[in-house]
Each structure stands twice: as C-alpha cells, then as structure tokens.
C-alpha cells in the first residue's frame, strides 16, 4: 500500500509561555486536499497551532513542515503556499475591497493590473459581492467583511488555508455560504480550521483532531 | 531565520517597498489623521516660537536652526505614533507578517511614509519660519533642501524603528520618547549645526562635516536595522 | 566558600581605593585636595561603558541564541549601567565646576555620558513596559544594540560641535593632570575598585531576576 504524501507534519510540536504548556507534544500530519477540523475548549491551544503553521508564532519545540518546508526556517516558501484567515480581520477599514484585495495581492506577487483586477472581481462575484468592491471595508456588514478576507486567503490559490474560529459570528445563510465555499475550496487546498460546533465539524471534515489543554486528546475520522 | 532579501529579486524587494509605501498614503488621505495635526503643529510652534524670540530679535539667526529642527522632530513625534503601532492596535500587523516580502521592505516602506509625513510638514514650517522669523537662507537653495532632506529621513528612520519596537509596550506616549531621546542626537546635532551654517551663507565645503556626520548615521542605522529588524517584526 | 573569599577581596581593594584616593594620593597643584573627586569619577565612567558594551553583547548573543539567560545579562548589567553612569554625571559636574569653573560646558565626553544614561533609561523604561518575557528579551536586545551605536554618533557629533562653539574657560581652566606616578596608581586602583565593585553588584541583581523569573514560573504567570 501506497504511503499517503502529507502536505502537513506536524512532529512533537510544543509551545511554553513561561512554565505553562500552551501546545505540548502535538504530533499529526494532514494529506492535500483534507478538510482537518481542529477541536477543543478555549484555551485548549488550537489558534496556537494555527499560529505556528501561519509562522506567526514559533514553537518551543518539536518541528512543523508544509510541503517539506520548515515553517520557522523557511517562511518565504511557507507563506507563499499558506492562506490565513484569523478572528481579526486583516482588512483596513478606510480602504474599499478592491484596493483591500489589490494590495495583499500584489504583495503576494501579481503585480500586472489587469490580472489582479480580474482575480479579484472573479473572486468576488464568486462569493456574491463583487457590488460592494468600491465600498470602504469599514462600511460593510460583519458578514460581507468575512467574506473579503477569505477572498484575501485564498486569491492567491494557496495549498493549505488555515482558518481560525471561521464560523464564529455567523448565520445560517453565512453558514451555507461557508459550506459552499469549502466545497469549492477542497478541490484547491488542504484546509485546516478550528471550531467549537461539532456538528459542522463532522459535517465538513474528514478528520476531526480534538485538542485539550495543549494536548492531542483525540483523531479520529469524521462521522458522515 | 532564512527571511532577508532575495537579492536575485530587487525589483520585487522594491516593488514591495512601493506597495507598502502607497497603502499607507493612501489610508492617510482617506482618513487624514496625522497630515492635519502636523500642519497645525507646524503653524502653532511657529507662532510660538515667534511670540517668544520677539520681535526683531537681534539673535534671530542663531535660533533659526534650533527652531526648525525642533518644530520638525516635534512633528515627528506626533506622526511616529501611526507608522507601525496603528497596524497592530487595528490587527493589519499580521497582514504584513504573512505577506511573502522580506521584513526590511516593510522598514523601508514605512520609513518612507514617516519621511513624506515629517517633509509634508517641513514644507510647512520652512518657509512660515521665515516669514514669521523674518529671516532668509543665506546660501544655495538646493543645499538648504540636502540638508533638510537627509536630517529627515535620519529621523523617519529613528521614528519608524521606535514605532515597531514601541507597538509592543505599553504606555506609548512615554515610550517614545524615551527610546527616541539617545538615539536622535547623533543626527539631530550635525542637522542643527549645518542648517546654521547655511543661515548665515556657506558653501557645501563649509557643510561637508556635518553632512558627513549624518550620512555616517544614516549608513549605520540602516545596516544594523536591515539585520536586527526581523527580530522586531515577527514574534 | 568562594563567595566569602571574593567579598573580602572586593571590599579590601574598594576601601584601599579610598584611602588612596582621600589620603594618599597627594595634593595637585592648582586645585589642591578638592580634584580627587576625579577619582570616582573616572572609575565611575568606565564602568558605565563596560556596563552598556556587556548590555551590547549580551542583546546580540540573546538574538542568535534565543537563551533567555543573556536577555538577564543584558537586563543586570543595564541596571547597574544607569546607577554609574548618574554617578558619573554627578561627580563630572562636580569636577567640571572645579576645572573649568561651569557645571556643565558640554563637553563631549560629558555630553557622550549624558545621551549613555538616556540611552540606559530608555533601555529601562522600554523593558519595564513590555510584561511577555521573551518579546521583551527580543525586542529590548534590538534596542540595546541600537542604543549602543548611538554613542559614539553622539560623540562625534559632539565632539565636531566643541570644535564650531569652544567653551569659554576660566584662567584657572586648563589643569593637566600630572602623569605623576602616584597620581596614576590611585586611578588604576580606584578604576579596579570600581570594577570590582561592578561585578559584584552584578552578580547579585543577576540572582535576584533570576530569582524573580523563577517565581514567576512556578507561580505560572509569565
């Protein structure tokens, strides 16, 4: 049998504040293409480990790679094939969505302008607001600006999107918007995302890994 | 960490510069928060300085180089607050973080905001004083700018750095302050003393020194940043 | 134990230092008994450096090893830093006033000294403000190294600005202090003193963050 190539690995991964253990020998690894939900109470660590894969935290100890990349000594490539989506929008509020979007993209590397601006509308009708990309952000509902940062994630195709706490906040049609989303999303990436609704979890993931107190408590395939 | 520069790519290394740059004007004429409160800063310390020197004050030119220079770093102060710590109290710093371009683009980028910020209101303050001061620059025009030019950027560069580090603490009001004050000497100090020379009419040889001084500052901040500022970005 | 042993020998060479300083050392010429305030304050100036230089690397190991222990270095040394360094400032006035007939004529040394105690007092303020340990190891080290290499840009722009606006001095001014050799042996055991003294005052604030980190830890805070 064929061993499965992982896009994520994630080996003895630790992280101290102090003396207090916020993620304590995490070990597991996720395949291309899996919907991986992350659970577990507050606290528990999940948006720790979120953080580490986005290299916005570095562990204490232990060693996570994307596609063979070290996320803490190699965070050109990591950034490149990861997309981001936290409890903060990453959005600035005074600009509109288009000038939003056009800026992390050129960051990420499209810089001709006719090509952005397609991605983007693209993007945007995709998700139903390609009417509001001359809005400034600040004016949108929470919900529309939820849907811009996804945009943000994911506009430049990443592998693996990491979500963070992604349905908190939302309502039911956000929800089925989500839904879709994901659907779509999976055939591009690996997705990695954390919440507190089992229900969805089981729903959406192929594997649900449950964290309590820094510690891998359980992994297990989702019921569906 | 393997983040610096891929020098195989300096035309993306500035093109990042450059995105940077033209976001943070952007949100600034949107919102307009710092540009109105340094053309007002800039008008305010004028008049006050004025009102204090008085009027037809023999000494007028010896104070000319201090006055500028303090209404500038004044101005300065004001806008160094906005640079880094508005991107971290509004939650756009990790943005930045995950953007793939290196860390010194964002110093650069910012830095050059800082120094269009401190310009906008030296633009201000320059000829006001002059006027209000009753005084006039003696020397070549273009020198008077150099001078100006480079004392600026040394302190957008003290200002941008002071603001990434000072994002992280609290009290900020007091912590700017107090990490900028050892470090603007070196610059503060050549900046003074040339601009007075050039208010009483000197050459570019008579400047060389100072201009000296501040190119040395300005080499040596920018290769000690351009190592340690990744440190201060990324936690 | 050591301890004992070292204490006893810092002390012997502190109070040695003192007698030279206010009964051996003999009279100068022009400022007779009152320039031996020069005494402290040269031993006072060179710690002052030694402490900021010790600050410098430390801040630079902390940021290539990631060991917090170089961050307490950085954070002990710091402390005393600014302790001397008013030291200094105080007993120049002193002795500019005796020299040079002002209290301050910003001179660049003195003017140096003065831009160091600024820059420890950022360097103390800053630290005091940040309450995660390890941000604050990291974030603090970039600022001690740049606070360092302020120093000497603030010398030399001040050294250049003595030149363009010379001090006025009093008749009395320009006292050469005599190669005299008794003169030169109180400084050399006066600046061992002082040392000495630095690096026992170091080691104890070093015990007591330490100390402070280890409650910290097991209190679970930090």
């Known amino acids: 049998m064929k061993a499965p190539s992982y896009l994520v690995r994630l080996s003895n991964v630790s992280k101290k504040y102090g003396n207090r253990f916020g993620l304590r020998d995490v070990s597991f690894a996720v395949e291309d293409h899996e919907v991986f939900g992350l659970m577990g109470p507050n606290g528990a660590g999940k948006s720790t480990l979120i953080r580490i894969l986005a290299t916005l935290t570095k562990p204490t100890n232990g060693e996570a790679t994307i596609a063979g990349y070290n996320v803490t000594k190699q965070l050109h490539p990591v950034k490149r094939l990861i997309g981001v989506c936290l409890h903060q929008s990453l959005l600035y509020d005074e600009l509109t969505g288009m000038e939003n979007l056009s800026f992390y993209i050129r960051l990420y590397g499209c810089r001709d302008k006719e090509t952005a601006k397609q991605l983007i509308v693209n993007a945007a009708s995709l998700f139903g607001i390609e009417d509001r990309l001359e809005d400034p952000v600040g004016t949108l509902s929470s919900g529309l600006r939820k849907r811009l940062d996804i945009i943000r994630a994911t506009i430049h195709s990443p592998r693996l999107l990491l979500l963070d706490e992604p349905l908190a906040g939302l309502d039911l049609q956000g929800l089925e918007y989500f839904k879709k989303f994901l659907k779509d999303a999976r055939k591009k990436s690996a997705i990695i995302f954390s919440t507190h609704s089992l229900d969805v979890a089981e729903e959406i993931s192929h594997r649900i890994c449950t964290l309590k107190e820094g510690q891998l408590a359980e992994l297990r395939y989702a019921k569906r | ?235 | 134990m050591k301890g004992q042993y070292s204490s006893a020998i810092i002390l012997a060479a502190n109070v040695l230092a003192l007698y030279m300083i206010f009964i051996w050392a003999p009279p100068e010429r022009s400022l007779g008994d009152s320039y031996r305030v020069f005494f402290l304050h040269t031993s006072s100036a060179w710690v002052s450096y030694l402490a900021f230089a010790i600050t410098f690397i430390s801040s630079i190991l902390y940021l290539r090893t990631g060991n917090l222990r170089w961050d307490l270095y950085a954070a002990s040394s710091s402390v005393l830093g600014i302790l001397f360094s008013m030291i200094t400032l105080i007993t120049g006035s002193i002795w500019a006033k005796l020299a040079w007939g002002l209290y301050w004529n910003w001179d660049p040394r003195e003017t140096a000294t003065l831009i160091l105690f600024l820059a420890y007092f950022g360097y103390i303020s800053f630290r005091m403000a940040i309450s995660d340990r390890d941000r604050r190891a990291r974030i603090s080290a970039v600022l001690g190294i740049l606070a360092f290499i302020s120093i000497p840009l603030s010398y030399f722009s001040a050294v250049f600005w003595a030149t363009l606006h010379p001090m006025p001095l009093l008749p009395t001014a320009r006292l050469r202090l005599g190669v005299e050799p008794p003169i030169l042996l109180t400084l050399a055991v006066s600046t061992l003193g002082a040392t000495l003294l630095f690096a026992w005052m170091f080691y104890l604030t070093l015990s007591t963050y330490r100390l402070i980190d280890n409650v910290e830890d097991s209190v679970g805070r930090g």
């Not at chain 2, 040596?220 to 440190?231: C, I, K």
């Open chain 2, 1 to 235: 960490m393997n983040q610096s520069a891929d020098f195989r790519n300096i035309a993306d290394f500035l093109a990042d510069v450059w995105e940077i740059l033209l976001k943070d004007l952007r949100l600034e004429l949107r919102k307009k928060y710092e540009i109105y409160s340094i053309i007002i800063f800039a008008l305010l310390s004028n008049l006050s300085f004025a009102f204090a020197l008085g009027p037809s004050n023999p000494n007028v030119l010896k104070f000319i180089p201090a006055v500028l220079w303090m209404s500038i770093l004044f101005i300065g102060m004001l806008g160094f607050t906005t640079v880094f710590i508005r991107e971290m109290d509004k939650g756009s710093l990790d943005g930045l973080r995950l953007a793939p371009i290196s860390p010194q683009a964002i110093l650069i980028g910012k830095t050059l905001y800082t120094f269009i910020l401190m310009s906008v209101g030296a633009v201000f303050i320059v000829p006001s004083s002059m006027i209000i001061l009753n005084y006039i620059f003696n020397s070549d025009v273009l020198l008077v700018v150099m001078v100006l030019i480079l004392g600026i950027f040394n302190l957008a560069i003290v200002g941008a750095i002071v603001s990434a580090l000072a994002m992280y603490s609290e009290s900020r009001a007091l912590i700017i302050p107090a990490v900028s004050l050892p470090l603007i000497p070196g610059t503060l100090i050549p900046s003074v003393l040339a601009t007075g020379k050039l208010a009483t009419g000197a050459s570019l040889e008579m400047i060389l020194p100072e201009i000296q001084l501040n190119l040395g500052f300005l080499l040596l901040m920018s290769a000690v940043l351009w190592v340690t500022f990744e440190y201060v970005l990324y936690d």
